[in-house]
């Protein structure tokens, strides 16, 4: 089976933009990133939809709550058949024990956000924590894989740290992700897909450079090949 590494980020407001973008788009090279700001606008139907189609779909809606109320959001998002969702390690142990508890190993993969990177120093004083941020997330991504989650979000920059903090069977899906020759856009702290690959990331969540490409499925192909091209040490 195939597990491309590469999640378009569909950051569209309404379905027929997201059908549109999707249609330039290859399910064999890519998955889907449906976050809050689309799911809100077309609920579940478009992500069966696309499901349809042969995309396989990473749920970003970041529950936190008690954990009865993140349970049962788990169970929805593993009926719809996601390939992927996600939690914030924020809401504790309890709840990342019931949201594990919530979905069958090997149907939905269910991943931590840590410290969310638009968090800096001061913002963290605000709310009470005063760690620097690398150990806040050091320190979530090592209670999310010890509550048996299977990976965490995380910044280019953390991924060398966090897979030699937690080496084996715990993903690393990373944002932040721009080709040598694209706008950064409003994102600060970027690697290239290859460099990002080799930093340690098992996923690559992707928006703008493919999705606002002249043509998206030339640039997708790029950068397959670009991740896969073989490293030749001299
Ligand atoms: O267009 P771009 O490649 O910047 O899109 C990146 C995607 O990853 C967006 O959906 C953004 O919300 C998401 N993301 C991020 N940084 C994080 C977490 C998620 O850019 N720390």
């Keep these: 089976m195939v597990d491309p590494r590469i999640i378009v980020a569909l950051d569209c407001q309404n379905e027929n933009e997201a059908l549109a973008l999707t249609a330039k788009l290859d399910p064999s090279l890519c998955r889907l990133k449906i976050g809050k700001e689309l799911f809100t606008a077309t609920g579940p139907q478009l992500v069966e939809k696309l499901m349809r189609l042969g995309f396989e779909i990473f749920l970003d809606l970041k529950f936190h709550d008690i954990p009865n109320t ?7 998002a593993t009926r719809l058949g996601v390939w992927m969702i996600n939690v914030h390690a924020m809401g504790g142990k309890k709840m990342l024990l019931a949201a594990r508890k919530a979905i069958p190993i090997e ?21 009470g924590l005063y760690e620097a941020p690398e150990e ?4 979530l991504a090592l209670l999310a894989r010890d509550c048996g989650l299977d990976g965490v979000v ?4 953390e991924t060398k740290q966090l897979k030699q903090l937690i080496p084996d069977n715990f993903y690393l899906i990373t944002p932040g992700i721009r080709p040598i020759d694209s706008a950064t856009n409003d994102q600060q702290r970027v690697t290239t897909p290859r460099q990002a690959i080799e930093n340690g990331s098992d996923y690559l969540v992707i928006g703008r450079p493919i999705t606002q490409a002249n043509d998206p499925l030339l640039m997708l192909q790029r950068l397959t090949a670009e991740i896969n091209i073989q490293k030749v040490t001299l």
């Design 107 to 127: 149907k939905t993969r269910l991943i931590a956000v840590t410290l969310l990177t638009s968090m800096g120093p001061s913002d963290l004083n605000d709310i």
């Design 154 to 157: 995380c910044s280019a920059l």
């Design 70 to 76: 993140v349970k049962n959001a788990c169970i929805a």
């Design 136 to 139: 806040i997330v050091q320190r």
